[in-house]
């Protein structure tokens, strides 16, 4: 069964000058703005790495609380950030890589089980899975 959802964008003017607005499909976003001076500036907005980022992270609390669950373990917080690199190379800008990083506390795992099961939440993944750069991760459990 494939379930399709989407994002949308507009974009008025040239690169530096013109501002564009995101939405989704669930309405979580609704002609949000974005545009160069969000991404490169600091300007209050959005930008293309912090969605893939948040989509990242999502995606990763989510396929471990699965994996989780199969290893009969349930979290009481799984907090995750993906920090996105995006780096001037030849030709343009390149995003080179996503880092994860996570903090759970989970009733009656230890430090080895736990680093399994994240290792392989963040190659289960499906954002994983479509971001074709290095990702790594950083995992802590608290007590």
């Not at 990702?135 to 459990?141: C, E, P, Q, V």
Request: charged share 25%; glycine share 12%; proline share 3%.
């Amino acid at each position: 069964m494939a379930i399709k959802k989407y994002g949308s964008a507009e974009w008025q003017g040239g690169l530096k000058d013109g501002k564009g607005t995101i939405s989704t499909q669930s309405g979580a976003l609704d002609s949000y703005p974005y545009g160069f001076k969000q991404r490169f500036e600091g300007v209050k907005g959005s930008n293309p790495e912090e969605l893939i980022g948040a989509a990242h992270a999502s995606c990763f609390s989510m396929a471990f609380s699965l994996m989780l669950e199969k290893e009969g373990f349930t979290a009481d917080y799984i907090k995750t950030k993906a920090e996105i690199t995006l780096e001037e190379v030849e030709g343009g800008f390149a995003v080179s890589g996503s880092h994860l990083i996570m903090t759970a506390k989970i009733p009656g795992v230890d430090d080895a089980k736990f680093k399994q099961i994240a290792d392989k939440a963040k190659e289960g993944c499906p954002i994983s899975k479509l971001l074709v750069t290095k990702i790594t991760l950083d995992a802590s459990l608290r007590e």
